[in-house]
């Protein structure tokens, strides 16, 4: 499975970013896929995941970002509204799929969001 994130850069604190990140490879709907970031100096953090049809946010987003996919299209997408300074980061697309030995994990290249006056 590969990853091709898209969407990321520079906006005004109260603006709005949509990522994109399409799959290519061996997709499956079942399986979760959304984003995950990472601030400079912290740990990688779920931001939001598709888990099937239901999403699942972090706190600090919530009411803010929408998450969406297109099976389709075996896209996810991120609509981010009411972006903070604290929301800056490299954003990554995830995707994992089921394994005898637990769940294998793919990620994207990483798009950097930065939000700043």
């Known amino acids: 499975v590969q990853l091709q994130a898209s969407g990321g850069g520079l906006v005004q604190p109260g603006g709005f970013l949509r990522l994109s990140c399409a799959a290519s490879?061996?997709?499956?709907?079942?399986?979760?896929m959304g984003w995950y970031r990472q601030a400079p100096g912290n740990q990688r953090e779920l931001v939001a995941v598709m888990f099937g049809d239901s999403p699942n946010y972090a706190d600090s987003v919530k009411g803010r970002f929408t998450i969406s996919r297109d099976n389709a299209k075996n896209t996810v997408y991120l609509q981010m509204n009411s972006l903070k300074p604290e929301d800056k980061a490299v954003y990554y697309c995830y995707y994992a799929e089921p394994t005898s030995f637990g769940r294998r994990a793919y990620w994207g290249q990483g798009t950097l969001v930065t939000v700043s006056s």
């Open positions: 490879g061996s997709v499956f709907a079942s399986n979760p």
